[in-house]
């Protein structure tokens, strides 16, 4: 599990390795287009046992091979990823403009609800969008409340454990949900950022 979630975090290969007696045990999971086993492979000769699947594997070897089996899996990984490679992968609905999003999109959204396992909330991408303004919130100051706009449309939002990957200023490409917020009587359309990505659209005055 602790794998699978750095691997989404860092969007790179992620390996967590553990004591399992008198061996040592690891797991790894590595985002879409880059395959794990070919790494675990090339340090095959210090392992014990390992298996799995281009995205997840498993291995097991003696604790005097630690060194040999990390140096390994790092020495592979920096020659053979590139660094474009190492980019999230995030499945959106439809790329849209700020422009599209008012309350008949938010009324059409509810119907499809409750979103869950099964039946997952709608994400969609804006690129080029600016961050007009920042505050990090929350008890450890984590989160991050925006005002974000595009070609001249402001849009309230917040991004849960975001605040240290944006600034204030910048460009950014984002994914996110469209929801109503309600607060002290008023209601407003926010976006729930979800994935703050490369801006790779043309820039737009």
């Given at each position: 599990l602790l794998a699978g979630k750095l691997t989404k975090e860092y969007s790179r290969p992620v390996?967590?390795?553990?004591?399992?007696?008198?061996?040592?045990?690891?797991?790894?999971?590595?985002?879409?287009?880059?395959?794990?086993?070919?790494?675990?492979?090339?340090?095959?000769?210090?392992?014990?046992?390992?298996?799995?699947?281009?995205?997840?594997?498993?291995?097991?070897f003696a604790e005097e091979n630690y060194e040999a089996v990390a140096e390994g899996l790092r020495s592979y990984f920096r020659i053979h990823i590139k660094p474009q490679e190492i980019v999230p992968v995030v499945a959106v609905e439809a790329q849209i403009n700020f422009s599209e999003i008012h309350w008949d999109l938010v009324d059409i959204l509810e119907k499809f609800e409750p979103f869950g396992q099964g039946n997952k909330e709608p994400l969609f991408y804006s690129d080029n969008v600016r961050v007009e303004e920042l505050r990090p919130v929350g008890k450890k100051q984590t989160h991050a409340k925006m005002v974000l706009s595009q070609n001249g449309r402001k849009m309230p939002a917040i991004g849960f454990d975001l605040a240290a990957k944006v600034k204030t200023g910048e460009s950014i490409a984002i994914a996110y949900n469209i929801e109503a917020n309600e607060w002290n009587g008023n209601k407003e359309i926010q976006l729930q950022i979800r994935h703050i990505l490369p801006n790779e659209g043309p820039e737009r005055s």
């Open positions: 390996f967590v390795i553990g004591f399992d007696g008198s061996r040592m045990v690891g797991s790894g999971r590595a985002p879409d287009g880059i395959n794990i086993m070919e790494g675990i492979r090339s340090v095959a000769a210090h392992l014990i046992s390992f298996g799995g699947h281009p995205q997840a594997c498993g291995f097991r």
